[in-house]
């Protein structure tokens, strides 16, 4: 079985872009999380779907994050614009129970320059 | 209150040996504890979890030992390999299982 695949591994943004990061979770998962890891937070969830639904929207990350959910098999991570302090691993993880075991993707890391 | 907290940051022990990773948390409502291991370039993968109403989970070599009343918890690797090196988070779920809340990590290195 394919796990979870993201895409770019890495992305070089200049302040202000538009970025989309790409999704691929584990098929027949019906839960879908986008994470953002840094060395000074850690582990922040942005945003959780359940069956394609958006039940989490981050909270503070809601002004230039969105997370959409195309299909069932596929979802993105749009953050516009990018500023410096977005710089960051963004990871995605599936699960087929509500959290119970994350399976995550490698990640993409972004760069703002 | 929803603050999961890692001790040490970072720990060295010697191939053969035993590291222990702690873990404290401060919700009573949590009652799910994974800990997710993680190696460089990669994303975090589950290594083995707990539920409050147990006080011990062996898997393999990894043990959790869980205390309720002190609400915390640590992580026992035994004969520690250099492939164990890696960083290890602890986590922590309760009524709402999908807002899994993350300790900043323990990294391990395990010396040849």
């Known amino acids: 079985d394919a796990g979870v695949t993201q895409t770019p591994r890495h992305e070089v943004a200049e302040k202000g872009q538009t970025i989309i990061l790409k999704c691929e979770p584990v098929?027949?998962?019906?839960?879908l999380f986008w994470y953002r890891q840094t060395k000074i937070q850690g582990l922040e969830l942005l945003s959780y779907?359940?069956?394609?639904?958006?039940?989490?929207d981050g909270g503070a990350f809601k002004d230039r994050f969105k997370a959409e959910m195309l299909n069932s098999s596929f979802s993105t991570l749009k953050i516009q614009p990018t500023e410096p302090k977005d710089s960051a691993v963004y990871l995605c993880?599936?699960?087929?129970?509500?959290?119970?075991?994350?399976?995550f993707g490698s990640g993409t890391r972004l760069t703002v320059l | 209150q929803q603050q999961v907290r890692q001790s040490p940051q970072s720990l060295t022990v010697w191939e053969g040996e035993t590291a222990i990773l702690n873990c404290s948390y401060e919700?009573?409502?949590?009652?799910?504890f994974p800990w997710y291991q993680q190696f460089p370039g990669e994303g975090p993968a589950l290594l083995i979890a707990?539920?409050?109403?147990?006080d011990k989970k062996e898997d393999g070599g990894f043990t959790i030992f869980f205390n309720k009343r002190e609400k915390n918890l640590s992580l026992h690797i035994k004969d520690s390999q250099p492939g164990d090196s890696a960083t290890y988070f602890c986590?922590?779920?309760?009524?709402?299982?999908?807002?899994?809340?993350f300790g900043k990590g323990t990294h391990l290195h395990v010396l040849p």
């Open positions: 098929s027949g998962h019906n839960d």
């Open positions: 779907f359940r069956s394609k639904s958006l039940m989490e």
């Open positions: 993880a599936s699960s087929d129970r509500a959290a119970e075991t994350l399976y």
């Open positions: 707990i539920r409050s109403v147990s």
């Open positions: 986590a922590a779920s309760g009524t709402n299982a999908y807002k899994v809340i």
């Open positions: 919700n009573s409502a949590f009652d799910y």
